[in-house]
């Protein structure tokens, strides 16, 4: 990974709620202009991607898991904002799309919850 600073890319905001008579967690996704999303999101120059809790209280992200961590496609993952924001650094060094599950912590146990599989998909078009 270099040093650099990567500019803001993509910015996907997440709803999650909880139904209490199925206790069922539901994630919904939005982008930046609010419209419903499913959550991947189509890189195609050096960035970052920012995954961020909204209308979520107590929720606090923990990090991210991947299925293939060392496929390259993303560099990094921090959590800033005090767990209201996941960031992946990603580079866009290698084609190809990661999958992942977004690690939360919920008020309602004290286990972890995990999201559906959002994606990365590096376009490399530089």
């Keep these: 990974m270099t040093s650099q600073s990567l500019p803001q890319g993509p910015r996907v905001d997440v709803s999650i709620s909880y139904n209490e008579a199925t206790k069922i967690h539901e994630f919904l996704y939005f982008d930046e202009t609010g419209q419903p999303t499913d959550g991947n999101v189509v890189v195609d120059k050096g960035e970052t991607v920012v995954y961020r809790l909204k209308d979520s209280p107590d929720y606090r992200f923990i990090g991210a898991g ?8 993303i560099e990094s993952v921090s959590v800033i904002e005090d767990g209201q924001q996941l960031v992946l650094q990603d580079e866009d060094s290698v084609v190809g799309k990661t999958v992942f599950q977004l690690i939360i912590q919920c008020p309602q146990s004290p ?10 998909i590096n376009r490399n078009t530089l």
């Design 66 to 73: 991947f299925v293939t961590p060392c496929d390259g496609v």
């Design 111 to 120: 286990n972890w919850l995990l999201s559906p599989d959002p994606q990365v």
